[in-house]
């Protein structure tokens, strides 16, 4: 992938944007040119979440991330000195461009498309809690199940992915693990649930979002981009261990809060498309006004 992006010819380009969560950064621009990183996060699984990944890996592929890492991220770092300016999705994200590149970063919130969902009448509303997103380990899904399983409370799971199987054979009788499912669907669960599980830490996390803009509040782990996007007594609630005990206590606490619809989706709509547009062209034409003036 390296050796393929830097292949790229962007000769008569004046601005190059790259939108990334891995290696995209690499393409070499012409001399002159503006090169706008919007970073998703540096690359999880050389970076931040490396020990996870090699912790899941099969026996030869544990043995070959180390040294091919390594690799990677030298030329990830040399890359990242390619790029003018960065923008990050979050704060988070923000703080591991400066950590891992030494480099600042400002921050502009994905665009969500909130008009594409709407809240119920109360009488609407079902007994569920729900879950959505890829079933892969570091969302931690089996903790949501874990903790639904021990309550005996009724949670439904939407996603497909790598764990769709451990997670359907962990559920018990509350619990509906539903698979991959069509918009129409996702949009009728996010707007008649109780609230949303969200138990992994995310680099900026857009189902949060689309769940407040259907006027639900969300429980999530207190670290990562929810920290960013949910208000906290007010949004959702934050629990701040990830076990099946801390989603238990969260869930207590956050069913005894009376929680205002109408609220929760004017606080999602900051996060719309429009204000996205807005934000990252005025970030696009400040940063041509400043690569202008540097050359005289």
């Known amino acids: 992938m390296p050796l393929a992006l830097e292949q790229m010819d962007l000769r008569g380009f ?16 012409p001399p002159g040119a503006l090169h706008i990183c919007y970073c998703h996060s540096p690359m999880r699984y050389i970076w931040n979440m490396f020990h996870d990944y090699r912790d899941r890996a ?4 544990r ?47 994905p665009p969500v498309d909130v008009d594409a969902f709407a809240p119920v009448a109360q009488g609407e509303l079902a007994s569920y809690y729900l879950m959505v997103g890829e079933l892969v380990a570091y969302k931690r899904p089996d903790l949501a199940v874990a903790a639904f399983n021990a309550m005996r409370k009724p949670l439904v799971v939407i996603g497909g992915g790598e764990m769709l199987r ?14 991959p499912q069509p918009f129409a669907t996702l949009r009728h669960y996010y707007a008649t649930c109780q609230g949303l599980i969200f ?21 999530a782990l207190g670290r990562g981009g929810a920290t960013e996007t949910v208000a906290n007594m ?24 009376d929680w205002d619809p109408a609220r929760i989706v004017a606080h999602a709509r900051q996060f719309h498309t429009d204000e996205f547009k807005c934000r990252f062209l005025d970030k696009v034409n400040r940063s041509l006004v400043e690569l202008s003036a540097s050359e005289y």
Do not use: C
Request: no cysteine.
């Open 199 to 219: 138990p992994g830490e995310e680099d900026f996390g857009i189902v949060p979002v689309e769940v407040m803009a259907s006027g639900r509040p969300v429980v």
């Open 63 to 109: 043995i070959l991330m180390p040294p091919v890492a390594h690799y990677i991220r030298t030329w990830d770092a040399v890359s990242a000195s390619r790029v003018h300016q960065f923008v990050a999705n979050s704060r988070t994200v923000a703080k591991r461009i400066g950590s891992y590149y030494h480099r600042p970063a400002e921050v502009v919130f």
């Open 166 to 179: 451990k997670i359907r054979e962990m559920a018990g009788e509350t619990v509906t693990v539903l698979g």
């Open 234 to 257: 007010e949004t959702g609630i934050f629990f701040q261990e990830q076990s099946p005990e801390a989603i238990a206590d969260a869930v207590e606490r956050f069913a005894a809060i």
């Open 58 to 61: 099969g026996g030869l592929k």
């Open 14 to 29: 004046d601005l190059i944007i790259s939108s990334e969560s891995g290696p995209a950064k690499g393409i070499i621009a």
